[in-house]
């Protein structure tokens, strides 16, 4: 057992030496299949990051740390660029090195999910799916709006290190945003 602990503790230190003695090679991910969809007088979002991970990446989120991507959504009025609905949240990413499986929690259904697929973590990890956005009545009837939405991770710390780990080098720097065509109250409910 002490052996098996130790080759798990020895692969994650790896895994961070080599993320921090190499440069990062980033990604320009993007928003997929974003849509809004009506339950009653709730607007519900969903969507999926496209093209976010890089064999980089993908060591971090098999060392053990917590990675977090926040999704931040607004609901902007055309006409007068105002915001008239916010959400945000938290998706954690966590391998366990003990158990050899990970956990992904989402926010927006403050519900935790076990998987033991690297791919299948990661796609959940992503994926926005049935999210309570806001109620329709925010909205009004004769007026337009767009969605927009975007992305980011934190940067965080490892034991051992000094600096900060800027996660957004895996994305070149740069938050995704998906902002959608002007569309009425109406168009939703059809």
Known sequence: MLQFLS??????ALIVSQLLLTAFVGTDPYFQD?????????????GQLM???????????????????????DL????????VAIADWEHHF????????????????DKTKQI?????AKSEWVTIEKALF????????????????????????????????NLMSFWNRVRPVHVSEPFEKRQLVL
């Open 7 to 12: 080759d798990k503790l020895g692969a994650g």
């Open 34 to 46: 974003v849509t809004l969809d009506v339950a009653g007088d709730r607007l519900f979002l969903s």
């Open 51 to 73: 093209e976010s991970f890089t064999p980089d990446l993908d060591m971090l989120l098999q060392s053990g740390d917590t990675v977090i991507i926040h999704f931040e959504v």
């Open 76 to 83: 902007i009025n055309t006409s007068s660029d105002s915001v």
């Open 94 to 109: 966590r391998y366990s090195l003990l158990e050899d499986d990970y956990t992904v929690y989402r926010s927006e259904h």
């Open 116 to 120: 033991y697929s690297l791919e299948e």
């Open 134 to 165: 806001c109620r329709m009545r925010v909205m009004k009837d004769d007026q337009a709006y767009y969605l927009r939405i975007s992305a980011f991770m934190e940067e965080i710390e490892m034991p051992g290190i000094t600096k900060r780990i």
